[in-house]
């Protein structure tokens, strides 16, 4: 198991990711507004530090995307498959 977030990223850069790499046929965050989104991108920061200090505390892997999101990605399922 792991968990996967993102701390270390302002709002607006993660609103810029998010429009970025978007699925066109089923992605939720497509009809929502910028601003409502930033609502909640501010409130996904929030927990994000929540669950790398209870990973940290519980010895569980923690991925952090605020940068290197492909990459990211890629290391979590290299975790996730080849551990």
Do not use: H, P
Request: charged share 30%; net charge negative.
């Amino acid at each position: 198991a792991c968990f996967t977030g993102f701390t270390d990223i302002s709002v607006e850069e993660k609103l810029n990711q998010i429009r970025e790499f978007n699925n066109e046929i089923d992605d939720w965050t497509k009809s929502i507004k910028d601003e409502e989104m930033m609502i909640y991108i501010k409130a996904m920061i929030e927990y994000s530090d929540y669950l790398k200090k209870e990973c940290q505390k519980y010895n569980i892997r923690y991925f952090d995307s605020s940068s290197d999101f492909k990459n990211n990605i890629q290391q979590v399922f290299n975790y996730l498959t080849l551990a």
